[in-house]
């Protein structure tokens, strides 16, 4: 029975630590955006980032966007591929097509569109990245489009048709992603 109990406690010190130890923010609101609680490690939700079976003719570096599922698949090779939980365009601004990312920032500035700016006129003119921004930690930009993957200050509307045609993922998600993806990888959103 001591046994038992001493196995399990080594084994929770070992999870504690592999859950706490993260390394260094390569920028300074990357701080807010490390590590989870325990709890949220242990019980977090189960539209959480996970490796699955992806058989597919995409070359590995491919991003695959599924808004019917709400997950977007970044194809690894060998029939597998990270899933991702996203928020995708609400009725009237979903949209489909193939693109290319044309550029990657870290905690980018956000500057709404006109079209957006007069069906939301109390909307700031230009907002500074940070905690605040809608963009969140990280943005990869669509082609010429004003479309980006990006992260999200709401991270409960995840799962969700909300957005403006933008994807949206967690910001923990989005800097995974964005550390993994290069300019110039194919974007098909379906």
């Not at 590590?35 to 939700?45: E, I, K, N, Q, T």
């Not at 910001?171 to 993806?181: A, G, H, K, P, Q």
């Amino acid at each position: 029975m001591f046994a038992r109990l001493l196995a399990g406690g080594a084994c929770a010190v070992v999870l504690l630590a592999s859950v706490s130890l993260t390394p260094a923010a390569a920028h300074p609101y990357d701080q807010y955006t490390r590590g989870r609680s325990l709890f949220g490690a242990l019980f977090g939700p189960s539209i959480a980032r996970t490796l699955v079976s992806y058989p597919t003719n995409q070359k590995p570096g491919t991003i695959v966007v599924s808004t019917a599922q709400r997950r977007l698949y970044l194809v690894l090779g060998n029939g597998q591929a990270l899933s991702y939980a996203i928020a995708v365009g609400k009725a009237g601004f979903a949209w489909s097509g193939v693109s290319q990312i044309t550029d990657k920032r870290e905690w980018p500035d956000w500057t709404p569109p006109e079209q957006m700016l007069q069906r939301l006129p109390n909307l700031p003119h230009h907002m500074a990245g940070g905690l605040d921004n809608p963009l969140g930690a990280r943005a990869i930009y669509l082609g010429a489009s004003l479309y980006r993957i990006h992260g999200s200050n709401e991270p409960d509307k995840i799962g969700q048709a909300v957005s403006s045609g933008c994807i949206r993922l967690t910001n923990e998600d989005v800097i995974d992603l964005y550390n993994r993806v290069r300019i110039g990888a194919t974007v098909i959103v379906q």
